[in-house]
């Protein structure tokens, strides 16, 4: 069918289809869901198991171990992390990226039942958090000086329920509240005066606070429902409580007389939130799944301005974190840039073109991108960095049919036809090579869908933005442009001189010293790639950047086994240095753990008391690394007893650290030898910096050894001594404590005098239920100091040690070159192994599929390009445009001082499809020329003349277009901008040049051989 004819005739359905297009693009842009960065699935859930009161040792043993045996029984399981702790079990579950994760998170939870019966008395859980990987969208705190964590926390669920009710907001989480308990405390001495244990008190108390349905009273008329009051209401209630009865007097002994009783908040805290140096209570709000994170924030913040009335003076609310706002003003950065691209390839069609031809070219661009957006969705595709940074890159791309197609339009209109023959013949004569070009460049893109895993999903936009971009620009290029071309172009009036130009005649002189000394250009050629290729260790190899971003996160590591209250002088010490930073706007600590994952990359972290993270707001993203590196400097000299480290937001993919080594074996001991040498051999490489191991110091810990033979005589047992040590340190939970809906545990403890005196345990006294009487807890055991691992690592429930590195001023590529050879003579005992993990596995990782993906890009294209030509090596003579092209990307990167990283390689194996173009367009020119009776030499020269402009132009347009994403596109794009412009630049030349002296030593013997006069068949 000849679509350029059918448009012509046509015109006016053409049109109507162009404004329904285009109203429908405008219309999706207005509505499509938008965010930072694409949606990665993470497919990890976590597992959470708290064992109150038990080592690292034991929880690994009866907890950890057993859940792994459970889980491991997955089919779809992919890797098992788990880490333990005092107190904590913590596993994380991976499953195959392309799993049914609702499906086997069920799976998962069946599994944890089957295994909750084997695990101890008292353990708590297991918990599936299966939101592990959910981004948070904003997070406002409610701080103040005087206000109680209650106060906070009530204004915080006010807040939740008027923002729950939005249509774009998700699922809200409270973040830093803090555990009201009501305490009754006294001295120890008041356990051993009176005759009452805290299990005797417990079961008062729990008996007495009851609120036990009790049934109907019937009659023949009617019947009552009979309410018992009984469950405690006033703290009153629990003061005036009876826990023994006098044999002698009678006198009821009540809880007043003994202990006091106080409302207050778990202490010490589990966890806490503040904001800018003041106690907080936080909420982190997700997006509602398919929204518009935008519109998003505008109904929050409209919502939360109404609210603000409501609060108290001293109470101040705000955004802390605010993704709407830099995802509006990101997609406005990249819109700019895709504007001035667009702008760029404009003005560079009209320089070359004319006024009227570009004007006919230029109408392709914005129908094209809004055509585009009008079919995302269609494709689960919304606006993010990736997607906006294909248009970018495609814009150049996207003129190239039509600047082809107005080209030959030019050609037939000098050689005298009508503007309609003109349009109609010259675009019709070209239809079947701008499809096979237009698909060799889709050929060159889609294939990155193949790449697997997170990696895949990060970049998936970017191989379907351009893909479908592409197949629209050649819609457009045969039914639009000829249209257009028909009604704009017109011969010139001026009759062109005869013969070629002078540019056309140099190139003509070039071309045929070349093919003279054909030997030495493809020689020079081939020693031009090699070199190039051995530029590439000089230029290093990378993953993903740190982003520019006016975020960034401060991580405070202390040993082991600290208090909590001791990382809140770290966290205080921290608070002094950011307040003397003029650079920085606004921070949150979460002191015993990570907060919510404000970004894709930012890992959380839980249940830990030694440890706080900073989220840090600055106002200048510019200076945020100046910023995050200098402040490493002032903690390295101002604070010390603890690793504390700012870090940039990192682009990509999760890390735990750029050089992470694992080693696995039975003995954390002997594992614990083998990282010292690891640490040693990285701390001599210049480069390394926090060079440190995951499993910390050990933990001193109070060892009661119980002698069973005196315990059995005093009528003692090992559960009443467990009990009155819980009671006179952490508090023993005796009942709950009703107000409104919430239920408040009453915790029995000593009072603060003797919970921290070691002599009061040697005092203390055991009750015995059996007996009554109260043995000294010195006379049936001993307390011995005891040294434990503090955390415990497993993976695939094999423990594990990791050594970790950071770097500074060199790619961790360079650095792991240099330290594995070192690293790999170590001694390892038999059963021991060692494995890279960090960036360099996720980069082996990710390239070694790109590399299978330029593989199928190559084969692909070669057998389209033999389906075409029908010949293999007049496909492969086309396709050593591709090696001419990474000659120009490696020195790309080497000149713009970019390293060679994962979004360089993408532009790498993105330009196959791109340069080849040309050179299918340029081959069609060949075997036009040599059917126009011209010699073959003079045909590929003649060829090359006939496609100088039109190649020129193309190529200018696409590095025209990515001008700006190389110039403004930020970290992530900047490398692979330059390395496809001046892969772009470098091919277009040698396309010119190399490529038809390549084709004339392959053909040459084919097309200048004498002619035999065909033999006339026998009769």
Partial sequence: MNLAAFSLRNKPLLWLVVITVIAWGVYNYNTISRRED???????????????????????????????????????????????????????VDVDFDADTDLEWQKLRSRLEEARQE????????????????????????????????????WANRLKSELKSLETVGKINLLGEQEEVIYIEGPMDSFSMYGFSPLTASKILDAINVNIPAGYMRTDDRNFRLDTSGSFSLLDEIANAILDVSTESGAPLKVRDVFSVRKGFKEPPNSYMMTNGEISVGLDLRMQRGYNVVAMGKEVKAAVEKFMGQLPPNITLELIHDQPREVDEFIGTFMNNLFEGLIIVIVVMFLLMGLRPTLVVAVSLPLSIIATIALMPSFNLVLEQVSIAAFIIALGMLVDNAIIVVDNVSVHLDRGKTPVEAACKG?????????????ATVLAFLPLRLLKDEIGSYVTSLPMVISISMLVSFVLAVTVTPVLAASFLRKPKVKKSEGPGLFARAYAAAMRAGLKMRYLVVALSLVALAGAVALVPMIGLSFFPEMDRDQFTIDIWLPEG???????EVVDEVEAILKEQPEIKDYAAYVGEGGPRFHITVMPQFNMLNYARFMVGTHDKNKTRLLAARLNEIFKQRIAGARIQAKSILLGIPLVAPIAIEIRGPDLEVMQRISREMQEILRSIPGTTMVRDDTGQEVQSLRVEIDNDAALMAGITN?????????????????????????ISVVMRAIDADRKSMAS????????????????????????????????????????????????????????????PRINSIEMPPGY???????????????????????????????????????????ATILFSVPLAIIGAILGLFFSGNSFSFMAFLGVTSLAGIVIKNAVVWAEFVERALEEGL??????????????????????????????????GGVLWEGMAWAMIAGLALATVLTLYVIPIVYYLFFKRQYERPKVEEAVPCD
Avoid: C
């Fill in 562 to 568: 600290v208090s909590i209250n001791r990382t809140r």
């Fill in 38 to 92: 694409p949606e990665v699935k993470i497919s990890v859930a976590l597992v959470i198991t708290i064992w109150p009161g038990k080592g690292a040792e034991d929880v690994e043993r009866l907890v950890t171990h057993k859940l792994e045996e459970h889980i491991e029984k997955m089919a779809s399981l992919r890797k098992m992390k788990s880490t333990t702790r005092e107190n904590l079990s913590l596993i994380f």
């Fill in 833 to 875: 192994s060692l494995s890279s993990e960090g960036e360099e596995k996720e980069r082996e990782s990710a390239f070694g599929q790109l590399n299978i993906v330029f593989a199928l890009i190559i084969a692909g294209l070669l057998f389209m390009l033999t389906i075409q030509f029908k010949s293999i090596r007049q496909a």
């Fill in 761 to 820: 345990l040697d005092n203390l006294y055991v009750p015995s239920l059996a007996t009554g009487a109260k043995v000294p807890l010195r006379a049936i055991a001993k307390i011995e100091p005891t040294w434990a691992p503090g955390v415990i690592y497993h993976v695939d429930g094999q423990r594990t040690v990791t050594v970790l590195s950071d770097v500074d001023g060199r790619l961790a590529s360079d650095i792991m070159r240099e330290a594995w």
């Fill in 935 to 968: 010699e073959f030499q003079q045909a590929i020269i003649q060829a090359g003349i006939m496609r100088l402009r039109p190649i020129l132009l193309t190529a200018m347009t696409t590095m025209g277009g990515l001008l700006p994403l190389g110039l403004f």
């Fill in 719 to 743: 559960t009443e001594v467990a009990l009155a040590l819980l009671t006179a340190n952490e508090g023993l939970p005796v009942t709950d404590f009703r107000e409104g809906e919430d239920r």
């Fill in 427 to 439: 675009t019709q004569e070209l239809v079947f090579p701008i499809l096979t070009g237009t698909l």
């Fill in 119 to 154: 695990l101890p008395d008292g353990a708590i859980g297991p918990i599936v958090m299966d939101d592990f990987g959910d981004v948070t969208a904003m997070i406002y705190s409610l701080r103040s000086k005087d206000a109680t964590p209650a106060e906070l926390k009530y």
